[in-house]
């Protein structure tokens, strides 16, 4: 079993900050790419950041230069650090983990929510 525990969710004011974290454990094993998606009331799932194992990093146009992605190999943990926080950010926001080899094996968090309003 693979369990991915999300925190830091909540309620910020705009251009506020929050911070992210996703911790795996379990029977998970060789770790490649892990992400943040999101999605919106009414909206589908995106991706809004992902770092790979190489520590190269991807962002949506819309969270460049305020969101940073970053994760600690040690601990099988990643972060999303996001700043300058706008209402559209508002959503629950899920882990994801690519993991496993030969074949990649996907795991989700349960989401954590993230309210951006004044």
């Known amino acids: 079993q693979v369990q991915l525990v999300e925190s830091g969710g909540g309620l910020v004011q705009p251009g506020g900050s929050l911070r992210l974290s996703c911790a795996a454990s379990?029977?998970?094993?060789?770790?490649?790419?892990m992400g943040w998606y999101r999605q919106a009331p009414g909206k589908e799932r995106e991706l809004a950041s992902v770092?790979?194992?190489?520590?190269?990093?991807n962002y949506a146009d819309s969270v460049k230069g305020r969101f940073t992605i970053s994760r600690d190999n040690a601990k099988n943990e990643v972060y999303l650090q996001m700043n300058s926080l706008k209402p559209e950010d508002t959503a629950v926001y899920y882990c994801?983990?690519?993991?496993?080899?030969?074949?990649?094996?996907?795991?989700w968090g349960q989401g954590t929510l993230v309210t951006v309003s004044s």
């Open positions: 379990g029977s998970i094993y060789k770790i490649n790419a």
């Open positions: 770092i790979s194992s190489d520590g190269s990093t």
């Open positions: 994801n983990i690519l993991w496993g080899w030969p074949t990649p094996r996907s795991s």
